[in-house]
């Protein structure tokens, strides 16, 4: 098991949208509680990959996600973000991420 969660911590906005970006992270509790999650995951040994939020990756129609994944089910808009999340990482880069946490390489 590998999890991938979006850090907003990571996020970097230009622009306009600098005079903003309190709000779209959610004036720090966001942040502290993606603190949470990293000490929890790094205190069980729980391998994990952050991803930044991104507008490139996220925000498909249904017909977009269906071209972009070949997935012809029903989705919702938050389904496919959280798709959106894992799409691109292997299962070899699963596997040895989890190898390195598990031999207490992750700090």
């Known amino acids: 098991m590998v999890v991938v969660w979006e850090d907003c911590r990571n996020h970097r906005v230009f622009g306009a949208a600098q005079r903003n970006a309190g709000a779209l992270q959610g ?40 071209a972009a994944t070949g997935w012809t089910e029903r989705s919702n808009n938050h389904g496919r973000d959280a798709a959106m999340l894992v799409a691109g990482v292997t299962d070899t880069m699963a596997q040895a991420l989890q190898r390195f946490t598990i031999e207490g390489k992750r700090a």
């Open 27 to 66: 004036v720090g509790s966001v942040k502290r509680d993606c603190g949470i999650w990293e000490e929890f995951l790094t205190d069980a040994r729980i391998p994990y990959i952050t991803r930044a939020p991104s507008r490139r990756r996220t925000k498909f129609t249904r017909d977009q996600f269906q």
